[in-house]
Structure formats: structure tokens, C-alpha cells
């Protein structure tokens, strides 16, 4: 598996480097000692991995996972425990303090192994990062059950939040599933899964109500083709 190291601190990458060195399924293919190295990067080589300190110059390894359209596995290195919170509820593989163990290390890849194994081959986005305000996480988008455009942003609704976005709808939209997500309207998205009813409306409207809410109005325009779907 193809993996970068982002750290400013030259002589933890290379410590990182010696310790990966009995994982040999593991290529550093790049380093990066600041966010815009590392966003440089991981554009260029797309890595499946990313080992990324949290405490930068010029941004924090939360800054960096804002900026990517569709965000590795990540797993977290840092001298700094306070930040192991907001790691895990971002949804990381795993958090490694420094000095690095090399147990941990090998705990951490076992975790990677077992999610590539576990992950179907998709062309279709899975997950977003989402930072709204102080929080953060890595959002499975099968779990979203609407999303909704907020002029150039959009509202992600999942579980009991309602994160924003700042990307266009309609930018994500090409990325999604198509057989699992259905354009609703010109403003919303909805999750085929979530479908909890169906209720036709005034002038043969259609009415869908999906469980965890809200009820989503399907346009004329695409009421036909909802139709189709055979949705239950």
C-alpha cells in the first residue's frame, strides 16, 4: 500500500521510516513537513495511507483532511494525547503517540489490513470530511440519509447532526452511488435506504418520508423516473 508521511520534524519521519521498514507491504511513496506539501502530495500520489501529525506550522492535520475531496485512511502520529478524542471522533484507523512504539505501529497496520480487506472495490465516493466549527469527523456516506444544498455548501444529515460542507451539491453529486442515492429535487439528495414511505400529494406529488426525518418532496421532473426505481 502506497503511504505519505506528513510531520514537520524531520527526525520523526525518519525514526517513522526506520519502523516501517519490517512492514514491507507499506511504500512510502512521499513526505511532507507542512499542509501544503502534504496536500501537493497526496494530489500527485494519491496514497491509500497517510501517517499525519496533528500539530503543524502553517495548519493543524485537521486543516489538511478539509482541503481533500476524498480523504485516505489516516492514522494519526502526535506528541500530544489531548488531541486523541478528536482523532478517534474523526473516525481515524488509529492514534500513535511519539516516541512511536513499534507494537503500537504494528496494531495500528493490522487495522489497515483488515479494512482493505473488508473494503468492496467502488468507483462511487464512500466517505467525506467534514469540519463544521471545533468538531470533526470522517463521514460514511452510506450513513447520510439527505443532503441539502445551502447556497455553495451543503447540509449533511446523519444520525442526530446536521454537519455543513463546503462543497456544492452538485459537485458531490457525481461522486455519489447512484444506486443508492436519488436526486429528489433541485436542492436535495436523498438515501434510497432510509425511504421509511411514500405517500402521494396534491396534483400527484410525491411525498417521501424518511426515517430519522424529514419528509422530502420529489419534483414533477423526477417523480417519473422515482417511479421507475421500483423504490418500496
Not at 481515524?92 to 480487506?117: F, H, Q
Not at 451543503?154 to 452511488?177: C, K
Not at 414511505?197 to 410525491?206: K, M, N, P, T, Y
Request: charge should be neutral; glycine fraction near 6%; aromatic fraction near 6%.
Amino acid at each position: 500500500m502506497k503511504a505519505v508521511i506528513v510531520d514537520d520534524e524531520g527526525l520523526a519521519r525518519r525514526e517513522l521510516r526506520r519502523l516501517l521498514h519490517d512492514h514491507d507491504w507499506v511504500e512510502i511513496v512521499g513526505e511532507a513537513a507542512n499542509i501544503e506539501e502534504a496536500f501537493a502530495c497526496i494530489q500527485q500520489l494519491e496514497p491509500g495511507l497517510v501517517f499525519l501529525d496533528i500539530q503543524m506550522p502553517g495548519g493543524s492535520g485537521f486543516d489538511l483532511l478539509a482541503r481533500l475531496d476524498e480523504p485516505p485512511r489516516v492514522i494519526f502520529t502526535t506528541a500530544y494525547d489531548q488531541h486523541a478524542v478528536r482523532a478517534f471522533e474523526v473516525n481515524a484507523l488509529d492514534y500513535l503517540l511519539k516516541p512511536i512504539e513499534p507494537e503500537r505501529l504494528a496494531a495500528a497496520l493490522n487495522k489497515v489490513k483488515s479494512g482493505t480487506a473488508a473494503a468492496k472495490p467502488s468507483a462511487a465516493l464512500e466517505r467525506v470530511f467534514v469540519r463544521d466549527g471545533s468538531r470533526c469527523w470522517f463521514i460514511p456516506l452510506r450513513e447520510v440519509r439527505l443532503l441539502s444544498a445551502e447556497g455553495n455548501h451543503l447540509r449533511l444529515s446523519w444520525g442526530s447532526l446536521q454537519p455543513l460542507l463546503a462543497r456544492p451539491l452538485t459537485v458531490l453529486e457525481q461522486r455519489l452511488d447512484p444506486n443508492l442515492f436519488f436526486r429528489a429535487n433541485r436542492a436535495q439528495i436523498i438515501n434510497l435506504d432510509f425511504i421509511e414511505a411514500v405517500e402521494v400529494g396534491l396534483g400527484g406529488r410525491l411525498h417521501v418520508q424518511l426515517r430519522g426525518g424529514p419528509e422530502v418532496e420529489i419534483s414533477r421532473r423526477q417523480a417519473q423516473l422515482f417511479r421507475s426505481r421500483a423504490i418500496p
